[in-house]
């Protein structure tokens, strides 16, 4: 399978620990997306490379939270000293950029619970 | 008011019928539109992308856009009971790249 991998899938964690997501894109998708996704909203955008520069974050995103694509490939997405306000569904996207063309395609998910 | 609104249902409709799916958005400078359909606890699949004014049409399903109105709609014919999900209406915010999801249409086909 090429699509977008995540791991873990599943996260519980303890408020105040830090956590790290895994995102895999599409191998020739030079685009990732980050975005969060709480029940009964649509994703909100959080922050996205371009190869290995992240080019946009969203004020979202608090000084608690960083993410990287070292070497263009993988991304990383950190959250420190969670909170129970940070229990979401986290997803990662990639895209090839095309022209006007900018179709992201989505993975798994990682759905965190802080307790 | 939300840059892209769509009305949560959920829209019930019998199978073998047309579901008629709506967003709006407020702004006038977006290009590419998109339509995901996601399936409880899952993640969003694309379904259609849209970039012109008119109509595209791929399968069952057929995307409308009407930029002078600033309104895209999706249309399910021959619905499904499979097709039962919620679909979410995007917009890429001022070329950046970036995607602004509506809320969702919950949609449920009844057998």
């Known amino acids: 399978d090429t699509g977008v991998s995540q791991d873990p899938r599943h996260k519980i964690t303890k408020r105040g620990q830090n956590v790290t997501f895994r995102c895999d894109p599409i191998?020739?998708?030079?685009?990732l997306y980050w975005y969060r996704q709480t029940l009964g909203q649509g994703p909100e955008f959080l922050t996205y490379?371009?190869?290995?520069?992240?080019?946009?974050k969203s004020r979202l995103l608090s000084d608690r939270f960083s993410a990287e694509r070292p070497k263009g490939s993988f991304s990383t997405l950190e959250i420190q000293r969670t909170e129970q306000g940070d229990s979401a569904m986290y997803l990662c996207?990639?895209?090839?950029?095309?022209?006007?063309?900018?179709?992201?395609?989505f993975g798994p998910g990682t759905r965190l619970t802080v307790l | 008011q939300k840059e892209v609104e769509q009305n949560s249902g959920p829209l019930s409709v019998p199978e073998g019928a047309i579901a008629s799916l709506n967003c709006t958005y407020s702004d006038r400078v977006s290009q590419s539109f998109f339509w995901y359909r996601q399936y409880s606890g899952k993640s969003p699949e694309l379904i259609m992308s849209?970039?012109?004014?008119g109509d595209k049409e791929d399968g069952r399903f057929t995307a409308q856009l009407n930029k002078a109105s600033q309104y895209v709609s999706l249309l399910i014919r021959d619905s499904q009971p499979s097709d039962s999900a919620t679909y979410l209406c995007?917009?890429?915010?001022?070329?950046?790249?970036?995607?602004?999801f509506g809320s969702g249409t919950r949609l449920l086909v009844r057998p």
């Open positions: 996207a990639s895209s090839l950029t095309l022209g006007a063309d900018n179709e992201q395609f």
């Open positions: 849209i970039y012109s004014n």
């Open positions: 191998s020739e998708h030079n685009r």
């Open positions: 490379f371009q190869n290995e520069a992240q080019l946009e």
């Open positions: 995007a917009v890429e915010k001022d070329s950046s790249y970036k995607l602004i």
